[in-house]
């Protein structure tokens, strides 16, 4: 009984395994990962923090912001039936949300810390996600920086349906959490929040592995973010 159920385990693994494709792709000139699953239900596009220099290898392999938090939960979005572009710095959003549609609608932009900033620049430049999620942003003036998500936007006109992830006690001082409710009132309904709380805080308060990086919460991260469609 025990070495039928251990089979069945390792033909599931191994069948989730053969399922998702990583490989290298150029999506408005720039170089991406993409990872896609055999099924596909709808596609996100995942934008890392800091300087957003993935260091794409030639076979969908990244060697940069590994610890970053959407970079090391990238696999994790496509176990949800997603098809999911790690975005470099460079990467035109609007060409990569097209990308993206052409595989599947609908497409979710998902950004953290500095590349919320990404993510509003392309919106801003015409790129039309059919949603977005923005965890640990630089939302507003509040949040400690006065580069950011609304004084780049100027207005929530093109603001698509927008989630809200943060950490209660992100320490990073631009990322502080009284920058949240300014940018949901600012929003006029068009986005909304859900605050997490616990796991580790070690190191730099605005890197991965404190509160900021959801340390310890990756799961949580993921399923709320996968399931925002």
Known sequence: ???????????????????????TVTVGGSRAALIRPAAVRA????LPGGDGAINVGDHGDIHGLLGNQLVRTRNAYAAHGLAVLVADYGTDLKAAVDYMAAIKRPVTVIA?????????QGIAGGARPDALVLTSGFLSQESGSSSNVMSILGSPSALPRTLII????????????????????WSGGRARVRWLS???????????????????LDGQVVGLAAGFR
């Open 1 to 23: 009984m025990k070495n039928a159920f251990l089979t069945a385990v390792l033909l599931l693994l191994f069948s989730t395994a053969a399922a998702m494709a990583d490989e």
């Open 43 to 46: 596609s996100v596009i995942l």
């Open 112 to 120: 953290t810390s500095r590349g919320t900033l990404r993510a509003a």
């Open 166 to 185: 943060h950490h209660t006690n992100d320490a990073c001082k631009f990322t502080l959490p009284a920058g949240v409710d300014p940018f949901i009132k």
């Open 198 to 216: 616990g796991g580790a805080e070690q190191g730099d308060p605005c890197e991965a592995r404190g509160h900021h990086g959801f340390n310890g």
